[in-house]
């Protein structure tokens, strides 16, 4: 009758004690990392608004942490495709995603096959900033301003086309928040990536579109494209004389944010040490005037911390699945 229990007792101990070694083994496995290359993953194509924020702060941390960090792009499914192989991957802090709130927040609801829980399936790391979208047309466009595109667009329903850089990115639902919110209707055209959706608004084929503004300042400085009005609750200070589209549309406002992520599982020492060269490299001199350069943000509601960023992607999950609603956007296969 005594022995039972002290059997138990003897067990737990013992199990207690295995764990204790096995996390302190971990640990001291942990302690060199990193000793390789890390891959830092963006499910969208070179030249869009998150590979340029990738490269900005991929470039400072592999100055900090000693080791090359490499970008590499994956388009497709809006950024889903690049999801799946980053979770797939080991949980060992060598595989890392900056990833926007269309992977985070949006692209899961809008695709009916997604095999992606941004909740579950990624661990946070760090909020990596925002950028500002911006409502652009090409030189030839006739409106040039949000009630001009409006008017033109309550004239003849479905005849304005505008392109984007894929269905379910901010862009993409950014404008289908402003057709909700006036009532008007417009005709989409995704693209492979921003960069691909740029060529052709500059070329003439498309003649607006929703981009983020670190994508297209050089053309707005060039002049191969025109600016209508930014999607931010405050003009940008890179473009002050760009009005908002809440000038016209009282209370609306879009932007695409980064964080970056790792797959689900990685040890809670691997992600300190990623956080704390994401943060230091976000706040250095160069990075901070590259992305102001951008008209990016280096800072904002996601917080410095996994736990705040982890916080803010749920509650952009619930805020972008109402605006989905709202507007009446519907999942595709």
């Known amino acids: 009758m005594t022995t039972t229990p002290m059997l138990r007792g003897a067990l737990t101990f013992a199990l207690a004690l295995l764990l204790c070694c096995a996390a302190g083994l971990a640990s001291a496995q942990n302690a060199g990392f990193p000793d390789r290359p890390i891959k830092m993953v963006v499910g969208f194509a070179a030249g869009g608004s998150t ?26 499914a809006s950024g889903l495709i690049a999801a799946e192989d980053v979770i797939k991957s080991p949980p060992d802090g060598y595989t890392l995603m900056l990833a926007s709130q269309t992977v985070l927040a949006v692209a899961p609801r809008l695709y009916r096959k997604a095999a992606v829980d ?33 008017a033109m667009a309550r004239a003849s329903p479905g005849k304005i ?10 862009p993409h639902i950014a404008s289908e928040m402003f057709q909700y919110a006036a009532g008007i209707k417009m005709t989409h055209v995704p693209y492979r990536g921003e960069a691909g959706a740029i060529n052709d ?28 009005a930014v999607t931010s609750p405050q003009r940008s200070p890179l473009a002050p004389d760009v009005p908002t589209v809440a000038e016209t549309l ?15 599982g990685t040890p809670h020492d691997v992600i300190a040490k990623l956080n704390a060269a994401a943060v230091q490299a976000l706040a250095s001199d160069d990075a901070k005037k590259r992305y102001a350069e951008l008209g990016m943000t280096n800072n904002g509601e996601g917080g410095t ?8 992607i749920k509650s952009e999950i619930a805020k972008w699945a109402k605006v989905i609603k709202d507007a009446d956007i519907q999942p595709m296969d």
């Open 305 to 312: 911390t996994p736990e705040q960023l982890d916080t803010y």
């Open 118 to 150: 941004p909740i579950k399936d990624f661990a946070a790391v760090a909020y990596c900033g925002a950028s500002p979208l911006v409502l652009v047309v090409n030189p030839s466009f006739p409106a040039h301003t949000t009630s001009e595109v409006i």
């Open 51 to 76: 590979d340029v924020a990738a490269r900005i702060v991929a470039q400072k941390m592999s100055e900090i942490l000693g080791q090359s960090v490499l970008v590499e792009d994956r388009t497709g």
């Open 201 to 228: 608004l500059v070329a003439g084929q498309i003649p607006a579109m929703f981009a983020n503004l670190s994508a297209i300042m050089g053309q707005l400085e060039a002049g191969t494209l025109r600016a209508i």
């Open 250 to 264: 009282p209370g609306f406002a879009a932007e695409t944010w980064f964080g970056l992520v790792a797959p689900a």
């Open 161 to 170: 086309i505008f392109g984007t850089g894929g269905t379910g990115t901010t």
